[in-house]
């Protein structure tokens, strides 16, 4: 996709970031707005649309949850949020409250420009696709088959779930929660120890190195995210 020319909106109070997202994202070829407030933030968005939002969780008039959870009312639009690193379960419940990544203050440049990229990939490719592809995890949904460099996998039926689950879902961080409701629905929510037994007997059949993984990666404290090798 060509990602020049794209809207983004920055919901931040802090000016440098304000100051630094706006050139480095500028540099690219981004067009950038930015908002001091939540709601300054949710007015624009309703009326521009902007291609993806880029949130920090402590803002002066709302908490930036509350933010994500009012543009997930009416938008699909890819939001990352900015958190610092003791905000461990902020972030899971932004995450859970419809964000689709997240970057720890201080961040470098080249990681949320790597976070964005995924995240508008995502949004412009078709959830309907019914051949996913990871790397060398290729999924037939179809078929509901599942190769790995070629080598077909046998897996259980809830394996089969979370692993057509990480793969709609690749390069972005499932909470446990999102995990365990997608699988089992919203009876198990809290059962984070079932995804955990669940993820390790993927690994063993998956990847090349369990105890090393390569596709699916542990977010310490929040979840898992599916990448490619």
């Known amino acids: 996709m060509n990602e020049k020319g794209l809207r983004m909106l920055v919901i931040d109070d802090e000016q440098q970031i304000r100051k ?4 480095s994202l500028s540099a690219h070829g981004y067009q950038v707005h930015a908002a001091v407030t939540g709601q300054e933030g949710i007015n624009w968005a309703a009326v ?9 969780l402590g803002l002066p008039d709302m908490d930036g949850k509350n933010v994500i959870k009012k543009i997930r009312e009416w938008s699909q639009v890819p939001i990352i949020i900015l958190t610092a ?3 461990e379960q902020e972030k899971i419940e932004a995450l859970d409250a419809g964000a689709d990544d997240y970057v720890t203050k201080p961040f470098g440049m080249g990681e949320l420009m790597a976070r964005m990229r995924v995240s508008l990939r995502r949004a412009a490719t078709a959830e309907n696709d019914p051949v996913l592809s990871c790397g ?3 999924i037939d949904l179809v078929q509901r088959r599942v190769t790995v460099e070629g080598r077909e996998i046998k897996l259980t039926p809830t394996e089969y779930e979370i692993i057509k689950i990480m793969a709609q879902h690749a390069g972005r961080v499932l909470t446990h ?6 699988v089992w629905g919203n009876t198990y929510n809290e059962d984070t120890h079932y995804i955990r037994v669940y993820v390790g007997q993927l690994r063993r059949k998956i990847e090349q190195d369990p105890a090393r993984p390569q596709y ?3 977010e310490s404290g929040v979840g898992y995210r599916l990448m490619g090798q």
């Open 20 to 23: 630094l997202l706006n050139v």
């Open 48 to 56: 521009h649309k902007p291609d993806l939002i880029i949130v920090d």
């Open 85 to 87: 690193r003791d905000q």
């Open 136 to 138: 060398g995890l290729v």
């Open 177 to 182: 929660k999102q995990l365990l409701k997608a």
């Open 216 to 218: 699916i990666i542990t």
